[in-house]
């Protein structure tokens, strides 16, 4: 199995809500990653957890809170977004420092903030 | 530091064409190299990769070289087709966890 999971596929929410993303992989990655995708643009990294700890936050705004409850599992939490925050999020995974492995992507969660 | 740089697009090509994609990069000691492809609405998916100097990576018509000695990791197809009709994105992963993505090409072929 090399597939990453993302829910909810779409997602619109107002600047007031609090929502969260979903992620998860069942092939034993102890690396996993956000990324934020604007349109014709590459994947801009914004958290990597290693070994389920943050190790990397690439100065991200607090209204994206990250969390990974385990192995397989990484959230990704809302709260006051802005209009400019609507894109496309990419979760992936990957075998942790080890230089060879390559990401698995998901899908995405296209988040429109309105 | 570590960076890739990757040939501006779009890329319009007729079908049975002949796809290049250039792609050079700067790192320090010896990374992985990756092309990643992504489809209108998905997210990205490996496409082929290479972990050492002189490596050829393959799949679906697609190749690529690591050139140590020019830094370089163009991506050919020999024959393309209009379902390859995507947004190409070369990538490199040192030590650690980061991958580096070059800003993409895309690429359009018409019948």
């Known amino acids: 199995d090399t597939e990453v999971t993302q829910t909810p596929k779409h997602l619109v929410m107002g600047m007031t809500n609090k929502k969260s993303l979903k992620c998860e992989q069942h092939m034993g990655h102890r690396a996993m990653y956000w990324y934020k995708q604007k349109a014709k643009k590459p994947p801009e990294l914004m958290f990597v957890y290693s070994y389920e700890k943050l190790s990397i936050n690439e100065s991200v705004p607090s209204r994206f809170s990250p969390e990974c409850p385990n192995s397989s599992l990484l959230n990704l939490h809302l709260h006051a977004l802005q209009p400019e925050d609507s894109a496309l999020y990419l979760c992936?995974?990957?075998?942790?420092?080890?230089?060879?492995?390559?990401?698995?992507f998901g899908p995405g969660t296209r988040l429109t903030v309105t | 530091g570590n960076s890739v740089t990757q040939m501006e697009g779009p890329v319009t090509l007729s079908e049975e064409a002949f796809l290049t994609i250039n792609c050079t990069y700067t790192a320090t000691g010896y990374p992985s190299l990756f092309w990643y492809v992504q489809y209108p609405g998905e997210g990205l998916q490996l496409l082929l990769k290479a972990t050492k100097a002189d490596d050829k990576g393959s799949n679906k018509g697609f190749e690529a070289t690591y050139r140590k000695e020019t830094t370089s990791f163009h991506l050919e197809k020999g024959s393309v087709q209009v379902s390859d009709s995507a947004v190409y994105f070369c990538a490199l992963r040192n030590t650690g966890n980061q991958f580096y993505f070059g800003t993409g090409t895309s690429l359009t072929v018409i019948p």
């Open positions: 992936a995974s990957s075998h942790p420092l080890a230089g060879a492995y390559e990401q698995y």
